[in-house]
């Protein structure tokens, strides 16, 4: 059997009640989620507010409000970080769409694979929406969601991360991309 990395040993003794481990956990995932904030970030407009560095600094606050996470490897951790900053991407937009509600601003697209969609958007809370809905059906789908949208994984990585094939992978993300593409087309359609 293989010995556990050290993230994941750290995992462990901070939900053991080590307070140390997480100063001691940052500098080892700090960087990569910073990137990764980076990475997804730049593809939204010029003007966006909410910089890599904040949104990590958002992700950290909500780790330390984190007393029994259960985090069982690093994987755990990766899948967690992605889905809290999902959701500090939608509290943004929620916060953007109020404050900008009507100003014509265009969307900028989270990806390629999934043009007619911005987390600058309205759309942002409608995913969000479609996303929790899905998750009590398949949780394990969202999960690749949010690692390879918004985490910013590849899909290697994703599989990876999730036990699962890159085939597995690839269709679960294309089922994802097409349900929600067509969830988002009917909650548009006028009353």
Same mark, same amino acid.
């Given at each position: 059997?293989?010995?556990?990395?050290?993230?994941?040993?750290?995992?462990?003794?901070?939900?053991?009640?080590?307070?140390?481990?997480?100063?001691?956990?940052?500098?080892?995932?700090?960087?990569? *989620?910073?990137?990764?904030?980076?990475?997804?970030?730049?593809?939204?407009?010029?003007?966006?507010?909410?910089?890599?560095?904040?949104?990590?600094?958002?992700?950290?606050?909500?780790? *330390?409000?984190?007393?029994?996470?259960?985090?069982?490897?690093?994987?755990?951790?990766?899948?967690?970080?992605?889905?809290?900053?999902?959701?500090?991407?939608?509290?943004?937009?929620?916060?953007?769409?109020?404050?900008?509600?009507?100003?014509?601003?265009?969307?900028?697209?989270?990806?390629?694979?999934?043009?007619?969609?911005?987390?600058?958007?309205?759309?942002?809370?409608?995913?969000?929406?479609?996303?929790?809905?899905?998750?009590?059906?398949?949780?394990?789908? $969202?999960? *690749?969601?949010?690692?390879?949208?918004?985490?910013?994984?590849? $899909?290697?990585?994703?599989?990876?991360?999730?036990?699962?094939?890159?085939?597995?992978?690839?269709?679960?993300?294309?089922?994802?991309?097409?349900?929600?593409?067509?969830?988002?087309?009917?909650?548009?359609?006028?009353?």
């Amino acid at each position: 059997m293989q010995e556990p990395g050290e993230i994941t040993v750290l995992l462990h003794r901070w939900n053991g009640g080590d307070e140390g481990a997480l100063d001691q956990l940052v500098p080892h995932v700090y960087p990569h *989620l910073h990137d990764l904030a980076e990475v997804y970030l730049r593809r939204e407009s010029s003007g966006h507010t909410l910089q890599p560095t904040a949104l990590v600094h958002e992700l950290y606050l909500k780790l *330390l409000q984190q007393r029994k996470a259960g985090w069982q490897d690093r994987a755990h951790f990766y899948v967690f970080a992605a889905k809290m900053m999902r959701r500090i991407l939608t509290d943004h937009a929620r916060a953007v769409h109020a404050v900008k509600r009507g100003s014509g601003v265009a969307p900028v697209p989270l990806s390629n694979e999934i043009a007619w969609f911005s987390l600058t958007s309205a759309d942002a809370i409608d995913v969000n929406r479609a996303l929790d809905d899905l998750e009590t059906v398949d949780p394990r789908k $969202v999960r *690749l969601v949010e690692l390879r949208y918004f985490l910013g994984c590849t $899909v290697p990585e994703s599989a990876s991360l999730l036990n699962i094939s890159v085939a597995t992978a690839e269709r679960d993300l294309l089922m994802v991309r097409n349900w929600l593409h067509s969830r988002l087309a009917v909650s548009r359609e006028p009353s």
